[in-house]
């Protein structure tokens, strides 16, 4: 396999056709004024179908996928996706309508889009979802605007967020991108939100404290309520970060715990794959108070059947141009159908169960970032390994060699040399098992023979890569004679490393 | 149904080792401080008995691929080479995350490279991100990008811009607070000078969009000409198909080129998943949001792909960031990527000519129709606004009523336009559906 791109192997004429040319007069094209006009055609590739696909299967090949191997990427719910869910959203019936059929040609989906809208706000405690957020980060961006539009519309404009440190990068990025400045509140040495330094931080400028839960560490906060009593008395809403909704899903409710606003990660929790990243899916639940700043459209049941409600006046408004990922959220139907509420409660099971065990196996050659029982991830720090000249980094590219995917490193930014692991619930036990005893003899490596971790990954097409060459000689597209010159003065990223979270 | 692995002497196995009696213990922590048992029971089903469910909920939408579509409007149905289908469902591209272990997602990140490589040479542009959300979402970024370059507040919009896109542009901006100015169309297009007359001190942003929302073809290359030396920079929403025929952003001397990418290759999906086409000019790069992959080698000269320019993102800057998204739309990328391929260039002008033909000889047909002409003389590409002698929505409920989508009527966006429909012919039109179009028309019409 080489890492030739589509262009290098074109050749000038080589084509298949799809669309044959219709006859025609030479003059229509007369209407298109010559200023008009394109000058010079891209420069696609040339090849035929059959060099198409031998080149996007090889490039396949140097993939890693769930459908590969073992994906333990904390934060990120790397479980088996379905393929019953693929299968519906490939039926014509589905996939080929135009978002803007008339209602009455498009009941199927409005039904769907209904429905699910129904399930996933019984299954969060709140009053509506929004289904249109394409991925996790834009549901953070529709929960804040909303936040930021409810504070407003009450004559209190409030312009501060708070994040806890361990939190996921998106929220202070959404925060910022809403308007809000964000202050972060420090964890406690247990590694949950410290309550009395988030006292001293709530004020009335305070609009909302933005958590997950459990958090990035994997530990359930056990403060959560305190938590939200204590930002509403200071006047704030609570958002939860749904990211880690795998560890409680079917079992218990963000409504409960006290939030006001939550978003979801259809391609976490509800089984649609992440497609190399994305597309994704982030509906966002609410509580009556926020319900008439929902973006639009909404669905909603009429007496002639389903309707859309494009008229809200108090609408944030769109956030895409049509409904959102709609596709994405029919696989999460379908998924949600097929489990019901007693599969979700064993995913959730499974999941915090694997998490533990796969725990326990680890902490005999790895400290935990934190003692005692975890949810449905957990954090090992490498500082013991560290000392023998080893990091995170190398633990996880010789997990590479091993047949694995590395966990998540480098992350959460609290932990120093960070492996954040997430087995969820659809591994075989023999497969945590496998993965443990490569993680075990990674750890004896290190002591014993820490030149095979440095050197890994060997089994791959490519070794590590020189990322600091590739921020500074810019390569970001093929050209026939080479890259294109130019310097790049990009920050270089902590040595060796760069955090990784999700999506 | 259930996909957990686990058999009861697994689970009875992980649980001594973490010495509990009950996968219910692990909860308790959780149930000490939460009230459970409050969550509905949704019922589950079989894979057999939930298809045969879903298959009559299907049904409800009709057979949107066997009845003909005279609607665009922002999402068009072409025809999708059977090849990018079979690419996209390789489990190794479609189950994998985002490519953080670059030497295990080499597929992946070839592919963000190619499809940049392919944005630039659609758009004319020197750089390209791995794509956004959707077209709307991506005008809305490059807004952001040129308010902040610019350091001011000024957007002249075209006031044929899409709505939608508007309105996620005024939600994506609503705390930065832009000042809007909007040129009115005249005529289904854009005047240049009208743009010209609008732009000041204070303008970061000159937002156009080509073909515009009437499917009118814009002056692109007059109001390229009246920027080229303002600091305020050109943002040109552009068609994809379209780029076979009509002048590309980099052409038209825009600064930064947005588009939606769903037709290349990608269904109409009732709306989502789409992709965000954003391409700009090298001196803007480090304002552009988004992935982007870089080539680089490895310490034995192996060429091979990263994703490279992090510093601008989320998961490193955090409330610093160029933006908070922290995905792309990447498995709609690859179709792209694969379609073009697929296409090439050749074939890309074929079935942008073959638009253009259809549309204007619906159009012909439409505007001879008694009491309908077409609104606008301006040259369009596949779409265009025919005005009608009665409401637009009664023709659509008649038309409906035979299977047949048709045109978009324009009163749901502008009351004044109510007797106005907007039409859309892409290559999937046949000359049968154009007669069955026209002949329920004959119908519907008085």
């Known amino acids: 396999m080489t890492a030739d791109t589509i262009f290098e192997k074109g050749k000038t004429g080589r084509k298949t056709l799809y669309v044959a040319a219709q006859e025609q007069q030479p003059s ?13 055609p891209p420069a696609l590739p040339e090849v035929t179908e059959g060099e198409v696909v031998r080149h996007y299967t090889n490039l396949a090949r140097k993939n890693w996928g769930v459908d590969v191997g073992f994906y333990p990427l904390g934060s990120c719910t790397m479980k088996y996706n379905p393929r019953l869910p693929e299968a519906i959203a490939a039926w014509p019936e589905f996939c080929a309508a135009h978002p803007l059929r ?11 889009l209904h429905d699910t809208e129904r399930m996933l706000s019984e299954l969060c405690g709140m009053a509506r979802f929004t289904l249109q957020p394409a991925a996790g980060a834009q549901g953070e961006l529709c929960g804040m605007l909303m936040v930021r539009r409810y504070h407003a519309e009450r004559g209190d404009p409030r312009n501060v967020v708070i994040v806890p440190d361990s939190a996921h990068g998106t929220n202070p990025a959404t925060a910022a991108l809403a308007g809000f400045d964000v202050v972060t509140c420090p964890s406690s040495p247990s590694g949950l939100v410290d309550l009395d330094k988030l006292r001293r931080l709530l004020s009335d400028k305070v609009a909302a404290i933005m958590l997950t839960n459990p958090n990035t ?14 930002v509403h008395e200071a006047g704030g809403m609570a958002y939860y970060d749904g990211a880690n909704f795998n560890a409680l899903v079917g079992r218990f409710r963000p409504g409960e715990m006290g939030f006001d606003v939550v978003h979801l990660n259809l391609h976490k929790t509800f089984g649609t794959p992440h497609g190399g990243g994305g597309p994704g899916s982030g509906p966002v639940g609410v509580v009556d108070k926020l319900e008439p700043f929902l973006p639009t459209p909404l669905v909603r049941k009429g007496p002639d059947g389903f309707e859309i409600d494009d008229n809200r006046p108090h609408t944030i408004g769109r956030l895409n141009a049509f409904g959102g990922n709609a596709l994405i959220v029919l696989r999460a139907y379908v998924y949600l159908r097929l489990l019901g509420t007693s599969g979700l409660r064993d995913v959730s099971g499974a999941a915090v169960l694997a998490a533990n065990y796969l725990k326990h196996r680890l902490t005999t050659s790895y400290q935990p970032s934190h003692p005692g029982p975890c949810m449905h991830e957990f954090v090992l720090t490498a500082t013991q390994q560290k000392a023998d000249g080893v990091r995170a980094l190398d633990i996880a590219k010789r997990l590479i060699d091993l047949g694995f995917h590395p966990p998540t490193i480098y992350f959460p930014l609290t932990v120093p040399e960070a492996l954040m692991i997430e087995p969820t619930e659809t591994e075989t036990l023999e497969t945590l098992d496998a993965f443990a005893e490569a993680m075990l003899q990674i750890a004896r490596e290190a002591e014993e023979s820490p030149h095979l971790l440095h050197a890994a990954p060997q089994s791959t097409p490519v070794g590590r890569l020189d990322e600091v060459a590739a921020a500074k000689a810019l390569d970001l597209r093929w050209r026939p004679g080479g890259a294109e010159g130019g310097d790049a003065d990009a920050s270089p990223r902590a040595p060796g490393g760069r955090p990784t979270t999700r999506s | ?50 298809s045969r469910q879903l298959w009559d909920v299907a049904r409800l939408n009709g057979r949107p691929d066997q009845t003909p579509c005279f609607r665009g409007a922002g999402a068009y149905e072409h025809y999708v080479p059977a090849a990018v289908n079979h690419i996209v469902s390789r489990g190794e591209f479609a189950t994998a995350y985002t490519p953080y272990q670059a030497e295990i997602s080499q597929g992946t990140l070839q592919v963000m490279y190619e499809f940049q ?71 289904g297009v854009t005047p240049s000078d009208a743009v010209r ?24 290359r007059e109001i390229g000409a009246h920027l080229a030396d303002h600091p305020a920079l050109y943002l040109l929403a552009a068609y994809p198909i379209s780029l076979g025929l009509l002048m590309s952003p980099g052409e038209a001397q825009a600064d930064i080129a947005v588009g939606e990418g769903q037709p290349l290759g990608i269904p109409l999906s009732y709306g989502g998943p789409y992709l965000g086409l954003l391409a700009t000019k090298l001196d ?21 792909y990263v994703m490279t320019l992090q510093a601008r993102e989320q998961h490193i800057r955090r409330e610093r960031a160029t933006s908070n998204i922290c995905s792309n739309q990447m ?20 079935v942008s000519e073959q638009n253009f033909i259809v549309a204007h000889e619906l159009a012909g047909r439409l505007a001879s129709l008694p009491g309908c002409s077409l609104a606008f003389d301006a040259p369009f590409f596949n779409e265009f606004v025919l005005d009608l002698p009665v409401a637009a929505e009664d023709v659509e409920r008649d038309l409906w009523q035979d299977g047949i989508v048709s045109g978009l009527p324009l009163g749901r966006w502008w009351p004044q336009r109510r007797n106005q429909m907007l039409f859309c012919a892409t290559e999937m039109i046949t000359e049968a559906a154009i007669h069955r179009l026209v002949a329920a028309m004959e119908e519907a019409l008085p």
């Open chain 1, 28 to 40: 229509l094209f007369d209407q298109l004024p010559v200023g008009a006009r394109r000058r010079r």
């Open chain 1, 102 to 112: 008339p209602v009455r040609a498009a009941q199927g989906w409005l039904r769907v």
């Open chain 1, 217 to 230: 560490l994997g530990l359930f906060e056990r403060d959560i309520q305190e938590i939200c009593r204590l």
């Open chain 2, 1 to 50: 149904m259930s996909f957990i692995p686990h058999t009861s002497r697994d689970v009875a196995r992980m649980l001594a080792a973490l010495g509990l009696p009950e996968i219910e213990s692990l909860f308790e922590q959780v149930k000490a401080v939460l009230p459970s048992a409050q969550v509905p029971e949704l019922p589950g089903a079989s894979e057999l008995e939930l």
């Open chain 2, 117 to 187: 490589t392919m944005v630039c040479e659609l758009m004319g542009m020197e750089v390209a991100n791995a794509s956004m959300y959707d077209g709307a979402s991506a005008l809305a970024e490059a807004v952001l990008m040129a308010m902040r370059h610019t350091r001011r507040r000024g957007v002249v919009v075209s006031g044929a811009l899409h709505p939608h896109w508007l309105a996620v542009l005024r939600t994506y901006t609503a705390n930065v607070e832009p000042e809007f100015v909007f040129v009115p169309p005249v005529g």
């Open chain 2, 197 to 220: 007359r609008a732009i000041n001190d204070n303008t970061a942003a000159v937002v156009v969009q080509n073909p515009n929302v009437f499917g009118s073809v814009e002056p692109v």
């Open chain 2, 284 to 304: 803007y790069l480090r304002q552009m949001p988004g992935r982007i992959a870089g080539a680089t080698h490895d310490a034995e000269g192996r060429r091979g």
């Open chain 2, 331 to 350: 498995l709609c990328a690859l179709a792209a990527t694969a379609y073009l391929s697929l296409m090439g260039p050749d074939g890309f002008r074929t």
